[in-house]
């Protein structure tokens, strides 16, 4: 998901694990999945794990313990998802984003793109492309829209024909 994520610049796969000490003065090492660093300067580790395995080895209470210790250095912050935070939806659309986005916004169809700065209501995507049906690849240009920040999902969901998209209230397409 953080490959189609813009405000990333850089992700670290499996950083070496961060040494940290118990309350019991133990040292213990913590692994993080992802280094992520983004346009800002922040750093974020994160930690991916279904919710079972969790709970059975402890993960949160040792990332917690590891957390107080971590330097700036390291990251700014720790998130831990499982798939009760990463659903399949998410997962899905960034696999549809990563698979059908990236368009440059001047290179999407232009009556599409005009068309998206002038909705005022949710719009079915498949209705989108049944009015560009004759436009080769509509639905990777209702993506980029998407992807580029100019149209969002109404409610949410999974990026599809049968779903709503809205303009975006923080910019008007070109």
């Known amino acids: 998901m953080m490959l189609v994520n813009r405000n990333v610049i850089s992700i670290q796969d499996r950083p070496a694990p961060v040494s940290y000490v118990t309350a019991d003065g133990e ?3 913590c692994k993080f999945d992802y280094l992520v660093d983004y346009a800002d300067g922040t750093r974020t580790a994160f930690v991916v794990q279904y ?7 402890h993960i949160r209470e040792k990332i917690e313990a590891a957390r107080h210790q971590l330097g700036r250095k390291f990251a700014n912050k720790v998130v831990v998802h499982s798939e009760q935070t990463i659903t399949a939806d998410m997962a899905k659309n960034a696999e549809i984003l990563w698979a059908c986005g990236g368009i ?3 290179q999407i169809y232009a009556p599409l793109r005009e068309l998206a700065s002038t909705l005022n209501g949710a719009v079915k995507i498949g209705v989108l492309m049944t009015m560009f049906a004759d436009v080769d690849g509509i639905f990777r240009h209702v993506v980029s829209l998407i992807d580029n920040g100019y149209l969002a ?6 990026i599809s024909p049968e779903n709503y998209v809205v303009r975006t209230a923080k910019r008007k397409v070109a």
Do not use: D, Q, S, Y
């Not at 919710?51 to 080895?57: I, K, L, N, S, V």
């Open 153 to 158: 999902l109404a409610n949410g969901g999974r």
């Open 104 to 106: 440059p916004v001047h």
């Open 27 to 29: 040292i213990c090492e």
């Open 51 to 57: 919710e079972g395995t969790m709970e059975r080895f």
